[in-house]
């Protein structure tokens, strides 16, 4: 089977969230697969790290497609002629677009339907980009991936898409999140927080993410227990970052407060493993990769009681409404005082952890593709129409 894939998101040194989804996933399936063709294609010149085998064709197509406009222009004509040139069997695309211009059966990857439930956070052409096309691209799908049963139901609800032709995957974690002994916790906590603990967070920085009530909570913690802790930040700003700038001027105890910006793979899997907890307290998300990070570092968990949050963390976190500025900061508060409860999360984690990885996420979407594959053609009132 020749498999054709979207790899548009695999770039050096930026590997987040779906470039980190589509690295692992590609890299099994390629290695493990050896009896398939792989053509990846690429929208800037490529790493050859990526090329994970000799079964593997890599593909430049122009535009580098960075914007709703080149969005069009890719997937519409250079993938859809790639496609037909490269007499792809299936093609495989993991960043929730495809191409409606091909008759090339198609699984798509859909991750999460944030631009239906926060519309107002997307730059204006994406936003009317996701909502014309978004549609369109998951009922076009011969096969859907999603990584959460509650993206999958998400998907069933907004779009009207039989659940049948929906398979649920999920995030893995990465071997570099493992457990830090005493020594080396307190030699991460020397080198960020002058050997203080701290809540972590990591991720993109912006309102979704609802780092700027993590920030009001954090404050009011401090205020009321007086604990030494301190909050770290990792991840890079989006461009609606105000609330955030607002919250961390208007705290009290800004000196415990600290923004790391991107920090490199070995530095996020050591803060992570020397943390007092990680606080993960997003408004949505399709899954909540942090989440079970933490569980593989073996640290307590605060997270959010909504979207694929609650389904990630099982038992293993404390949940709370991610709108409520005291409920976080008063979770907080009990993992401060209750040492018994810590443990008792770190140790629901070893038994919830074990219900997501990178292999079974490939072996979902290996499935999928040879479903499509082996399935007859399904049309849709969509497809190949704009």
């Known amino acids: 089977m020749r498999i054709a894939v979207n790899t548009r998101f695999l770039l050096k040194n930026r590997l987040e969230g779906i470039g980190l989804f589509a690295h692992e996933v590609l890299r099994r399936l390629v290695t493990q697969h050896p009896e398939h063709e792989f053509v990846f294609f690429f929208d800037r010149p490529f790493d050859p790290d990526f090329v994970f ?3 593997v064709t890599p593909i430049v197509l122009f535009p580098p497609a960075r914007h709703p406009f080149l969005f069009i222009w890719w997937f519409e004509w250079s993938v859809a002629r790639a496609l037909k040139k490269y007499r792809a069997d299936v093609f495989l695309s993991p960043d929730n677009f495809l191409s409606l211009r091909t008759e090339v059966k198609t699984v798509l990857v859909t991750h999460d339907l944030a631009h239906v439930h926060f ?14 096309f978004a549609p369109k691209f998951n009922r076009r799908a011969n096969g859907i991936v999603t990584v959460s049963e509650f993206t999958k139901n998400d998907i069933v609800a907004q779009y009207d898409v039989p659940p049948d032709k929906i398979s649920v995957a999920c995030n893995g974690c990465r071997e570099i999140f493992q457990p830090l002994e005493t020594p080396e916790k307190q030699a991460v906590r020397d080198k960020f927080t002058e050997g203080k603990p701290y809540f972590y967070y990591i991720g993109a920085v912006h309102p979704r993410k609802n780092v700027h009530r993590l920030i009001a909570a954090f404050d009011q913690f401090k205020t009321t227990t007086g604990a030494p802790h301190q909050l770290l930040i990792a991840g890079r700003f989006a461009w609606q ?55 593989h570092c073996e640290v307590p968990v605060i997270t959010s009681n909504v979207s694929s949050l609650p389904e990630v963390a099982g038992d293993a976190a404390l949940l709370v409404d991610p709108t409520s500025v005291p409920e976080i900061a008063e979770a907080m508060r009990r993992l401060w005082q209750d040492e018994h409860l810590c443990q008792k999360l770190v140790t629901n984690g070893r038994l919830q952890r074990q219900r997501s990885s990178w292999q079974k996420a490939a072996d979902v979407v290996y499935d999928s593709l040879l479903d499509c594959r082996s399935a007859a053609s399904i049309k849709t009132s969509t497809h190949g129409t704009f």
């Open 241 to 295: 970052a105000g609330e955030v700038r607002d919250a961390f001027r208007a705290a009290k105890h800004q000196p415990d407060i600290r923004f790391l910006g991107y920090v490199n793979d070995d530095d996020a899997a050591c803060l992570m493993g020397a943390t007092f907890a990680c606080t993960y307290v997003s408004l949505f998300e399709g899954f909540g990769v942090p989440v079970l990070e933490a569980m």
């Open 53 to 55: 085998g000799k079964n």
């Open 119 to 132: 519309p107002e956070q997307l730059p204006f052409f994406q936003r009317k980009y996701y909502r014309f």
